[in-house]
């Protein structure tokens, strides 16, 4: 069964760091661009980081390049999201997508799976 699993949120002071993890099952994440997408309260869903298949290149949201990495581990089936000096506006549940296409994208309608979404609060 297809599924997509994300942990690794939490509760955490601003200026702190997280590592979001987001495992698969049932199929091979390298075979697919991997999208990490949040939604904060009253807000619109945005993406966040993604990467495309097979060792494909990394690429980010132009507002939050420099503070958040993604990454794969193949032997893991999963992919990461490390974010650092964290902000109250990083508020979200955050959630991991499998892409259609091997090249990512922003775009949540070129993503055909979803995790259930992992909750990350930023405040002191």
């Known amino acids: 069964q297809l599924q997509l699993v994300e942990s690794g949120g939490g509760l955490v002071q601003p200026g702190g760091s997280l590592k979001l993890s987001c495992e698969g099952t049932?199929?091979?994440?390298?075979?697919?661009?991997i999208g990490w997408f949040r939604q904060a309260p009253g807000k619109e869903r945005e993406g966040v980081a993604c990467?495309?298949?097979?060792?494909?290149?990394?690429d980010y949201a132009d507002s939050l390049k420099g503070r958040f990495t993604i990454s794969r581990d193949s032997a893991k089936n999963t992919v990461y999201l490390q974010i650092h000096s964290l902000k109250p506006e990083d508020t979200a549940v955050y959630s991991c997508?499998?892409?259609?296409?091997?090249?990512?994208?922003?775009?949540?309608?070129?993503?055909?799976?979803w995790g259930q979404g992992t909750q990350v609060i930023v405040s002191s």
């Open positions: 997508a499998r892409g259609q296409y091997r090249l990512c994208a922003f775009s949540q309608y070129e993503y055909d799976a």
């Open positions: 049932g199929f091979i994440l390298d075979y697919y661009s």
């Open positions: 990467i495309s298949a097979s060792g494909g290149s990394p």
